[in-house]
């Protein structure tokens, strides 16, 4: 294999779970014998090629060095979060008012003493729990959108109904593994407790993994409360069943509401996924280097953050550097430049050693138009090739994720099937060299009838749902039909076949009992 | 670099342009200062970052000696070609009646002994001359339509104007590098003149090189003969200024009229390019690695055949292996195995060392919607990262190639564009690198306004001509156009703005006889 990843992991000669988590007995709520949703897949993605490693040693050693450069030279703000400030000068880093510099290497050095290179998410179906790091990939739904796109009604604000069929959707699909976190932003319930339904619609229509809430330290801690309401309170702490999705606020900057939640779930051994979210020429250098070189150093020091909260605290180094349109200094996605940054982000996460964010299907497109799909196909593949562990945003992007479009979504998820196909690589034995059907059949015959052709055509190819194949003429009379129209009408059959899957009902009544209690102990607050 | 293919070359120890062309004087035809189209940009690609290489040796060699076993027990078949035969029995190989088998190696051996690694097909234009082979890329328009698509118009049969017009669009991107061959079929033109005027098109309406006929070998006389009179017959003796692109009869079959194509060509010291043409479980097995290795056997007799007919003549290892619709038998592209086969096929290709063909920007859809865009980005990005050189049907393909759609190539000349940006790779300097720009910036500040940003801004990002990248609401005052109404109005306003290269009068003439008297040898033939 031409690739560095594998030989340099097996270079390091360290555990593979690293720091991992040990695995507990589960409570009631934990379904082992959920529906699957009829699918033979394994729940998340082994991936079976090489990365694509396009940078050189020396390109990564000065990436590296200019990251430490930043964090010696420049370093990094703490906004409005005493414990951290604490933390970091405790841990060794020089503080100064709310700006702290790190000696070179010292960040890098304390991820690497207790960060996990891989660690499990369990589900609450056991079945469905997904593995990040090393070779292993999670498909994601998109997350935050205020706004929904259906053929139907056009663009319009979500709702929670939104939301329930989002996560219905995800649940019901092979190709994502994860039923997400805001999977569209619901503003019909109240900003404070948002994420209490949120979080509800995630355990009741589904039984895979799910993201709690970031948007405030309570909010973060209700979250894990309602994860122990289902997988038990001894479970929880020893084992990562939710995690949260924050951004640093870059340049430089983390404030006081990420590191609170990053806190909040570090603490108490959750996931954290923390994402430098560069627009360059904006919040970094209008040179991808730069760009990247700056992900590096916020991303190291938003993952050691994690370790020195609770050494071992399960991880993810995340990235989302993007481009910009010249003529409008609007965020461009699917553009080439930033394909080359993930590249190179996946090259370093690797040498690092830890969980890698990469993502998703990206697009400045309103509609899920022919823009929509090339920017999505050209923004996927470099995430899932760069060595991608943890893919948000796989699928629903739209408008540079202010919409969740329901098209999209599906359109999306055909190609994650798409992926999930090519992320197997290519099967080398006598059956598919194929010997025999070369002196069965000979020159100028066809395959069609052929024994090699019956006994392998079934699982030959990936089956799109959506792609029509058809003769011009089919097609033509059959409607003449847009990718589009028939993602619609397969999200409707999807959610006309739904089937929730089973909850105990002790579980049931906690989590009602929970809810009702916090909000009954809050105001509406609606911004 | 991660990669295999710089050093397996370099390996080799061969000399780079082993068999390479020698370069003479042309004649008045060639417009020396003919205008660029106004574009700064390389007459075609040099690539920068490395090949995706997923396979491993072991893998390339069971393939290799599958296609070794494939050729010594089974063998090739040539059909009503009595000179190859003739040929190939010469050669050494055991020739029984149509079916030629050959020793283990021996095809191998042919191409290694005086098959060019590089070589330069000339232009009109010196300046757009291209190089196929190590880390050239060059993009060709689609090839061999019947049908044109136009959003004002929908699917019709193509006509000259037609032809002429796509031409003039080839002509004016600086990201397609090649004027093409049948661009579309003129189908008013009768088929056996038809190829007068489709040279006579590139050779008015554009100065970039092109591809001759190979319908029957008398029209690839033609050909040859129309670029003798542009170029002068010693000049076209010692060099490359025409080419045909044809295709084996898959499986393992040569048909004369392909055959006799290539005699004529490489008999004249032009270019070939030999394509296996495989939709699997058709013309080859339903598993990849056989339908690769067959891709192997059936492109290294056809390279072969091109050395027998004249040691050192430029030809090029062509591919095209598809996949089918397990629901209809239709042929299906974008899809995952052909990407994984088109990887293969790409290492095995830099083994033999020969220039490749892959590509291009293939789609079953009907017209350019979210599938034709998918399916276009994931089969092209192959096609580059797997080391091809010569790119065709990279802009305009439709309809599994039934379809030239003038929307759907404005919309893969724009994606041609991301990819030289893409193929370029990333400049690591200290300039790119930015630490004086954090340093001036710092945290919690913008890079909008800083220096850096000021004097990289320009150059930063690939700028889409028909990406959307503006707010939903900017976008919507102006009509919510999609991405195929904003490549119609492209396409018009290029063919608005264009203005033809020069050509000298005297060589004008001289085309305009030879077609006239050629015509005049020959009845109209319609079918």
Redesign the interface.
Known sequence: ????SETQEADRGQAVTRGGRRRGGGRAGRSADASMASTPLAPFIKRQ??C?????EE?LV??EN?AD??LA?????F?EDEECLRLWKEAGATVDGV?VRFDRGMVRAIIQRSAPRVFTQHARNPAKSVTYGDNNLVFLPAYGSP?IRTLDDG?RYGTIEDFKNLVRIAYTTPYLHHSGGTICEPVDIPVNKRHLDMIDAHLTYSDKPFLGSVTAPERAADSVEMARIVFGKEFVDQNCVVMGNINA?S???FDGVMTGALRTYSAANQGMVIVPFIL???????????A???ALAEGMVGVATTQLVRPGAPAVFGNFVS??????????F????P???TY?IGQLARRLGVPLRTGGSFT???????????????SL?PAL?AGGNFILHAAGWL??G??MGFEKMM?DID?LG??H??LK?????D?????D???E????????GCA??ME???Q?????E???????E???DAG?S???ERANARWKQVLSDYQAPEMDAGVRAALDDFITRRKADMADAWY
Chains 1, 2 share one sequence.
């Open positions: 294999m031409a690739v560095g090629i090489p694509y490693d396009p940078f050189d390109t000065r990436l200019t450069d930043i030279e420049v370093g990094i703000e906004w700006r706004f663009r606020n340049p430089l900057v360059g020429g904006a919040m970094g250098p209008a040179t991808m280097a730069g990247v070189a700056q481009s910009m349109s010249l003529r409008s200094g609007a965020p461009t699917g553009m080439p430049e394909s080359l940054g190179a400045s497109s309103k509609i899920p138009d022919a823009q929509a799909a090339q920017e999505s196909a050209d593949m090739l408008e540079g202010l919409t359109l190609h798409m992926m196909t090519f690589g290519m099967t080398i034995d059956n598919t060299l194929a010997m059907a070369f002196r059949v000979g020159p100028g015959k066809h395959f069609l090699h052709t392998n055509y079934g030959a190819y990936y089956d799109s959506l792609a029509n194949a058809e003769s011009f089919q097609w033509r003449s847009d990718a589009v």
